[in-house]
């Protein structure tokens, strides 16, 4: 078994009267990619700021890399690497000011910075002048960039919140094989993504909603627990309406029946009632047994949740 880089126990954030994470508790292990999931106001970037050293806990305990989150979270900073989805380099400085700048806030000596620069430029297979404004990058080259400025100083864990958010597919393709690679090389990497593909490619996925983990597995995991009957894909052989789907999604024999495009995911109860009324809904669904998505899965849980 490997070891454990963060380790939460009862973690609970409060504002006030908000209590934005709530009792929270989980385990990362070394080189491990660890998914958040989750909307808006869930809690996600409020845990990160916990394990970043950003903001201190009003209650449970956290350790990140050996280190308790006491004193302000001081001793965690140089032990991770956070990379924001809004803000990590300056745009109106070149690449390598907004380095340079990095680098002196982290206290890394002339000879360190220079061999991780060069070392994380072959990384991300950066082939641009140093020079270049940060703004007239293209969005994947600059997320690359952001990415090395969050390692420069050679962090146990990197946090990256939303890091593909706004760039193409291949981009976010390329990106990923260097999380991929990360890991690979022993680091921990945090992610939070709205990209359900991507989630896919976490080992581990915390389902969050309003500030509690509601579910906690691997992807294979989290699918198999979450719809105990196989899932199907319902394509309507002509039109159909609102007020149809409505009474489907009412009908007990369905324990999940969602829109998908043009098409529908479901899940029964009972594969013996199923199998009884099957031949009814092929009169007007063209209907194949399908693997879940994770985007099943979120909202699944976000309703059951709701009940």
Same mark, same amino acid.
């Given at each position: 078994?490997?070891?454990?880089?963060? $380790?939460?126990?009862?973690?609970? *954030?409060?504002?006030?009267?908000?209590?934005?994470?709530?009792?929270?508790?989980?385990? *990362?292990?070394?080189? $491990?990619?660890?998914?958040?999931?989750?909307?808006?106001?869930?809690?996600?970037?409020?845990?990160?700021? *916990?394990?970043?050293?950003?903001?201190? %806990?009003?209650?449970?305990?956290?350790?990140?890399?050996? *280190?308790?989150?006491?004193?302000?979270?001081?001793?965690?900073?140089?032990?991770?690497?956070? !990379?924001?989805?809004?803000?990590?380099? #300056?745009?109106? !400085?070149?690449?390598? $000011?907004?380095?340079?700048?990095?680098? @002196?806030?982290?206290?890394?000596?002339?000879?360190? #910075?220079?061999?991780?620069?060069?070392?994380?430029?072959?990384?991300?297979?950066?082939?641009?002048?140093?020079?270049?404004?940060?703004?007239?990058?293209?969005?994947?080259?600059?997320?690359?960039?952001?990415?090395?400025?969050?390692?420069?100083?050679?962090?146990?864990?990197?946090?990256?919140?939303?890091?593909?958010?706004?760039? @193409?597919?291949?981009?976010?393709?390329?990106?990923?094989?260097?999380?991929?690679?990360?890991?690979?090389?022993? /680091?921990?990497?945090?992610?939070?993504?709205?990209?359900?593909?991507?989630? $896919?490619?976490?080992?581990?996925?915390?389902?969050?909603?309003?500030?509690?983990?509601?579910?906690?597995?691997?992807?294979?995991?989290?699918? @198999? @627990?979450?719809?105990? !009957?196989?899932?199907?894909?319902?394509? %309507? /052989?002509?039109? !159909?309406?609102?007020?149809?789907?409505?009474?489907?999604?009412?009908?007990?024999?369905?324990?999940?029946?969602? %829109? #998908?495009?043009?098409?529908?995911?479901?899940?029964?109860?009972?594969?013996?009632?199923?199998?009884?009324?099957?031949?009814?809904?092929?009169?007007?669904?063209?209907?194949?047994?399908?693997? %879940?998505?994770?985007?099943?899965?979120?909202?699944?849980?976000?309703?059951?949740?709701?009940?």
């Amino acid at each position: 078994m490997r070891d454990a880089v963060v $380790e939460v126990n009862g973690l609970t *954030v409060k504002f006030d009267d908000f209590t934005a994470v709530d009792n929270i508790s989980f385990t *990362v292990n070394r080189g $491990e990619i660890f998914g958040f999931l989750g909307a808006n106001g869930a809690g996600k970037t409020t845990t990160i700021r *916990v394990l970043c050293g950003l903001l201190q %806990p009003t209650g449970g305990s956290v350790s990140v890399a050996g *280190v308790d989150a006491v004193d302000g979270g001081r001793a965690i900073k140089p032990r991770v690497g956070y !990379m924001s989805q809004k803000f990590t380099l #300056y745009n109106d !400085m070149t690449v390598e $000011e907004n380095l340079t700048f990095i680098a @002196s806030l982290r206290r890394l000596t002339k000879a360190d #910075y220079f061999k991780q620069r060069r070392d994380l430029f072959d990384f991300i297979a950066f082939d641009r002048p140093l020079k270049t404004l940060v703004r007239d990058l293209p969005g994947g080259t600059k997320q690359k960039v952001s990415l090395a400025a969050a390692l420069l100083h050679n962090p146990d864990i990197v946090f990256l919140d939303e890091p593909t958010a706004g760039v @193409s597919p291949e981009a976010r393709s390329s990106f990923w094989a260097l999380i991929r690679r990360l890991s690979g090389g022993g /680091k921990t990497v945090f992610v939070t993504t709205h990209y359900m593909d991507e989630a $896919e490619q976490c080992n581990r996925i915390a389902l969050m909603r309003e500030g509690r983990i509601i579910a906690l597995d691997t992807p294979g995991g989290l699918k @198999s @627990s979450t719809f105990p !009957m196989p899932v199907l894909e319902f394509e %309507p /052989k002509g039109a !159909m309406s609102f007020a149809r789907f409505a009474a489907i999604k009412r009908q007990e024999l369905f324990l999940f029946f969602e %829109p #998908y495009g043009i098409r529908f995911h479901a899940c029964v109860r009972n594969g013996e009632e199923w199998e009884k009324v099957r031949s009814t809904y092929e009169e007007t669904f063209s209907i194949r047994e399908i693997t %879940p998505t994770l985007e099943d899965v979120f909202i699944r849980r976000e309703e059951v949740e709701r009940v």
